[in-house]
Structures are given as structure tokens and as C-alpha cells.
């Protein structure tokens, strides 16, 4: 179990919205492309249902990719994502875009990245996360650096961050409990 730094803890515990980019954050970084030119993406399946287990805790969950992919538009709508925009240059007016839709401050949105385009959103959040293997300038940026890699559950373990902070782990976690007559989802 990871134990997690106070601060962080601390931050963790006011956010309302988690925005992730895809490459490199809910994917390995790899792009693979098969000989038809079809794009293929590897996604963790832990990251997924900590993405759901957000939302059953009443979280909400975007996607910020500079990027457009076809199997990014189908996995965000198998995890129930509706905010998700694609072949963003400019994230940092998107998200103050998102922000003000969603009348949130930046204490209330973490916002996961791993490279340059990414430094002007994870600059002005109140919690900005990065992976073990981001490009190195931007773990400047970051007030927490994950232990696990990209695509292999860093999503997940911030998504237990955020439960956990807030007082919401074990309430998600009966609803899984061998006892329970109800699931949650």
C-alpha cells in the first residue's frame, strides 16, 4: 500500500475534478500503428475502474489530449467519460474553459501529465501529478510524482489518492464487500 505525503493528502482531499492526458498518462506512451495505419492503444484496466470507482464516489473524470485517436473516443465512452477533448494544443485554455463551465477554482481540479504541453495546466492546479518516467522538466511541475509507470496504474493510484483523502475509500469499498445485498454500480 502506498502511503502518501501529508501535503499531498492535503490537496487531495479539495478536488472535485480529475483531468488526465492520454499519452503517456493512461497509456505506456506508445503509439502502435498496424499496417492498415490503424492506431492501437494499450490501456490498464486498474486505471479504468479507479476511473469508475471516482465516479461512484461522485468525482468527476476528463480527458486533455494534444492528440486525436479513435481508441482513446472508445475508451472514454466504456468508462462513461464524457468530458474528453482531443487534438488540444492549448490546454491551458481548455482548462480554463472547463473551469469556469464548472465553476471550480484550481484547488479543486488535479491534472495528470508527462510532457511540455502539459507544464501550463499542471502549473496552475491545485494538485499537478506526473508519472516516473515524464519528460524531466516537468516533475518541476508536479507536487506528486507516482510510483507507478504510465499505463501500468499510475491512474489508479491517484484515483485511491483522491478516495482515500476524502473520505471515501471505505464507503466504495462495501460495495464490494462479500456482504452487501446492493452494488453500487
Known amino acids: 500500500m502506498i502511503s502518501f505525503p501529508p501535503e499531498i493528502f492535503e490537496k487531495a482531499a479539495k478536488i472535485r475534478l480529475l483531468l488526465l492526458d492520454v499519452d503517456g498518462i493512461l497509456t505506456d506512451a506508445r503509439i502502435i500503428v498496424d499496417e492498415a495505419g490503424r492506431e492501437i492503444k494499450h490501456f490498464c484496466v486498474r486505471d479504468g475502474m479507479g476511473i ?3 465516479q461512484m464516489a461522485g468525482l468527476e473524470v476528463g480527458l486533455l489530449s494534444s492528440r486525436t485517436s479513435k481508441p482513446v473516443s472508445h475508451r472514454a465512452q466504456e468508462l462513461g467519460i464524457d468530458m474528453i477533448f482531443q487534438g488540444e494544443k492549448d490546454k491551458l485554455s481548455l482548462y480554463e474553459k472547463i473551469k469556469g463551465k464548472k465553476a471550480l477554482s484550481d484547488q479543486n481540479i488535479a491534472f495528470m501529465g ?3 504541453v502539459d507544464i501550463p495546466v499542471l502549473a496552475r492546479v491545485g494538485l499537478a501529478i ?3 518516467e515524464a519528460w524531466p522538466p516537468v516533475k518541476d511541475y508536479a507536487h506528486y510524482v507516482t510510483q507507478n509507470k504510465g499505463g501500468h496504474g499510475a491512474v489508479r493510484e491517484v484515483c ?3 478516495l482515500k483523502a476524502q473520505g471515501k475509500w471505505e464507503e466504495v ?3 464490494f464487500a462479500p456482504s452487501s445485498l446492493t452494488r453500487c454500480f
Open 160 to 162: 485511491d489518492l483522491l
Open 52 to 54: 469508475k470507482l471516482l
Open 173 to 175: 469499498l462495501r460495495c
Open 130 to 132: 506526473t508519472v516516473p
Open 114 to 116: 508527462d510532457d511540455w
